[in-house]
Structures are given as C-alpha cells and as structure tokens.
C-alpha cells in the first residue's frame, strides 16, 4: 500500500511513473535519459518505454535500508551486496548533477524494487505520489541539522501558548511547477515574480489570549464576562511561531533575533487582522550571509525585506488574500518592498502554442528560457539566480508553484555537499 505520511512534503515526495520517450545519452553508450514532469532523470540500459518507474526528486533522502538492498551505496561496504557498487552517499541523498554534459533530475528505479523492499506485493497506479510503503518511510526531505549555541535556557515553569486557534497560520509550501504544470491552463491569470533566496518570515497583528490579571481570573471564576483576547504582533520563522509564549528563551540560528528584529521594523505598518509574509535578504546583523553569498547588492550587515503575501484573518479565523497589485499598492503607501514582479497576464501570452498543442511543455520551456539558468542581477557576487515563483489567482485564495533554475540546484547541491545548514530547514 502507497501512502501520505502524516506530515508529508509535496515536494519530496516519490511518483509512481510510466516510462515515455526514452532517448539515448549522446555523450555515454550505456545510459538513457527520461523525461519526468519536464526533468530530465538520467538512467540505465535495462529502462525502456512503457515500463513502471518509481521517481524520486531531488534533495529527498532515501531510506538507508532500501539503498541497501538495491546495492546503491558507493561505499560499497554499505551494500547487502559487498561487491556491488552504486553512487549514492552515506547521506542517502537525490543530487543535481551533470553526467556528461546531461543534466539529471532526480533518481529512477523499477516499481519491482519497491515491492522487494516492501517484502510484499503492491499495486503501483501511475501518476500517484507517495512517502510510505506499507506504513515504512520510503523518503523525506533531506536537511543539515544546525548547530546550535548555547543560549537562553526555559526554566522549569510551564509555558503558556498565547495563541488562539485559527488566527496564526505559517507560510504554505511552494511545490515544484515542473511537477504540477498540468494545473495551470492557457487563460488562467497568473503573476511571475522572482524568487529571492533569503529566510522567510511573517507578522501577524492578531487575536492572542491575554494574561489575565488576579482580579479578572476571579471575574472569569464567577462567570462575570472578561474580555479574553486582544489583538497583538505574532512573528516567526518559515516553520516556529517566535512569541507563541508568555515567556520563553531564544535558541535562533542566526547571530541575535532577527525575526524579533523584523517584527519591530514592520508591526507599526500591519492593522489589526493582517499578516505579511516575505523574505529577508541579504547579511545577519553581525554580518553573516543569511544565504551564503548572496549579498543582494547591500552592505555587510545590512539586509533588505521583500513581501509577497500578505492576509487578512477576520476573528472567525477565516483568511483571505490580497491580490497582487493590492500587495504592491498597500507596500508602495506604507514604504515597504514586494518581490520583484516580472509578468502580470494570461498565462497564454507567455506560450504561442495552442492548447491541443502539448501548451503545457511549451509553457514550462518558455519560463525556462525567459527567466532561468541567469546570475542574480540583485548581486554584487556572481551566484545563480534561484528562480521564479508563478503565482495562479482567484477571489480572495491563490496557488504558488516554484520554477526553480537548474544552475541554482547545483549551487544547493554544492552547498550540501559542503554540509552548510539549509536555513530554511533550520528554522
């Protein structure tokens, strides 16, 4: 059985896959290219069209046992087989890379594979993503745990959560276009903005539970009415609410708080019921990268905040997004950046093929050839440039999908392999 774990990534996630198209390596005799959901996957001989494939993306980390099994470690002591030979890492970890001038997408092994991990039969349905085989994690998203100093310690005292629920809501993940290009359609509105490569952080100006005073607890105890809740700034990271409690101590990645330091830069521009959510580019306070070596053209120690989100959340809890030109309209009056936005439009005026036409493939290869494979044009450091983000709109709700160049995945890729903390993930 293929399933969802309970806190799953879409984005690292395997896909059971029928083989189309498969075309010969033009620089190596013994290997193919297929193309999955527009990535080209490097494979072997033994692959040909119409088999079932399993695909797996990349930057994902496989389960140790697996690789065992299938003999993939290039340390070959690590295999079931000792005199087999594979290319895996101990990491366990899907690379970018290019073999002989191919660029190579992610990984692909026979769905029987998976099966004899499994020890079991199972039913492969093409197109369904999946993390667990029979209750076992097959993959999840591969990170450097960080290392922390030592800092502020909790005491002992219980801490109390200020949080109501349905009024903080954490950035959504942002998956992969190349995988869902399917769901975006030729008269669709959409907005192409770039993708900056900072850490991501929010503010929220929402309702918190207040901390009632001796003489409103007693109130409360006898059923007199009390006024409960009041509005205040919530801030945080990608994943960690940073003031969720009435005391807590600080254990940041960075050198001092700076989400602390963006919450007090932003809150007076944030009404009551709103949250912006945006990037933060460029050095720490005490003059680290906060992405390693992409300065964004400021000086050391200086960083520079780009929204792209920015909600409403009435007291019911229910959320609504502004629209883009609302986002830029309310940034440019109150003094703040957005994302830079390249294309605002139907997505057809960006492909000229026709619908029947695969428009699709043609879509993805036009945002490819438009805006990837570019240096960053904000830096003063020569580093790729990371992508852009499509962002599809209806009435009040969105979708955002990543496009992400294949130059900036190989950057990540080196920054792995040099073991530096994704900063992302450490928050």
Same mark, same amino acid.
């Given at each position: 059985m293929l399933s969802l774990s309970k806190n799953h990534n879409p984005n690292y996630l395997a896909k059971v896959v029928e083989l189309k198209g498969l075309r010969k390596h033009e620089n190596a005799d013994r290997l193919q290219v297929a193309t999955i959901d527009f990535q080209t996957v490097i494979t072997g001989l033994n692959a040909k069209d119409g088999?079932?494939?399993? =695909?797996?993306?990349?930057?994902?980390?496989?389960?140790?046992?697996?690789?065992?099994?299938?003999?993939? =470690?290039r340390h070959k002591e690590k295999n079931g087989n000792p005199e087999a030979v594979g290319f895996f890492e101990d990491n366990c970890r899907v690379r970018a890379v290019r073999l002989r001038g191919e660029k190579s997408m992610g990984y692909?092994?026979?769905?029987?594979?998976?099966?004899?991990?499994?020890?079991?039969?199972?039913?492969?349905?093409?197109?369904?993503? =999946?993390?667990?085989?029979?209750?076992?994690l097959l993959l999840e998203k591969y990170f450097i745990p960080p290392v922390f100093s030592p800092k502020d310690k909790v005491g002992k005292k219980p801490r109390i959560s200020r949080l109501v629920d349905g009024q903080v809501h954490l950035h959504v993940?942002?998956?992969?276009?190349?995988?869902n290009a399917h769901k975006i359609s030729p008269e669709d509105e959409i907005t192409i903005s770039?993708?900056?490569?900072?850490?991501?952080?929010?503010v929220s100006n929402v309702l918190v539970n207040r901390k009632l005073n001796p003489i409103e607890k007693i109130a409360k105890f006898l059923r007199i009415p009390v006024e409960e809740t009041e509005y205040d700034h919530v801030y945080g990271s990608r994943k960690v609410v940073k003031n969720e409690y009435e005391t807590q101590g600080?254990?940041?990645?960075?050198? !001092?708080?700076?989400? !602390?330091?963006?919450?007090?830069?932003?809150?007076?521009?944030?009404?009551?019921?709103?949250?912006?959510? !945006?990037?933060?580019?460029? =050095?720490?306070?005490?003059?680290?990268?906060?992405q390693q070596g992409f300065d964004y053209g400021l000086e050391q120690g200086k960083h520079q905040l780009m929204i792209y989100r920015i909600?409403?959340?009435?007291?019911?809890?229910?959320?609504?997004?502004?629209?883009?030109?609302?986002?830029?309209?309310?940034?440019?009056?109150?003094?703040?950046?957005?994302?830079?936005?390249?294309?605002? !439009?139907?997505?057809?005026m960006l492909a000229e093929a026709k619908p029947e036409e695969h428009w699709n493939e043609e879509f993805?290869?036009?945002?490819?050839?438009?805006?990837?494979?570019?240096?960053?044009?904000?830096c003063k450091n020569v580093v790729p440039e990371e992508g852009i983000v499509l962002r599809k709109e209806s009435l009040f709700e969105f979708e955002a999908y990543k496009l992400k160049s294949f130059a900036f995945l190989e950057y990540e890729t080196k920054m792995m392999d040099e073991e530096q903390s994704n900063l992302e993930d450490a928050q």
């Open positions: 088999d079932v494939y399993v =695909f797996f993306p990349l930057e994902c980390r496989i389960n140790e046992s697996f690789l065992f099994l299938t003999n993939s =470690f692909l092994v026979p769905a029987d594979e998976i099966a004899m991990w499994a020890g079991t039969s199972v039913t492969f349905k093409i197109g369904e993503e =999946f993390d667990e085989v029979n209750g076992m993940d942002t998956e992969n276009l190349r995988r770039y993708k900056v490569h900072g850490t991501s952080w929010w600080t254990n940041d990645f960075y050198d !001092g708080d700076l989400w !602390g330091m963006i919450k007090n830069e932003v809150k007076e521009f944030v009404p009551k019921g709103y949250t912006l959510y !945006g990037e933060c580019i460029g =050095f720490t306070p005490g003059g680290s990268y906060i909600t409403f959340t009435n007291s019911d809890g229910i959320v609504c997004d502004l629209s883009t030109p609302q986002i830029q309209e309310y940034c440019k009056r109150v003094g703040l950046e957005t994302v830079p936005v390249f294309f605002r !439009g139907p997505a057809n993805v290869k036009c945002l490819e050839n438009r805006y990837n494979e570019k240096n960053c044009y904000l």
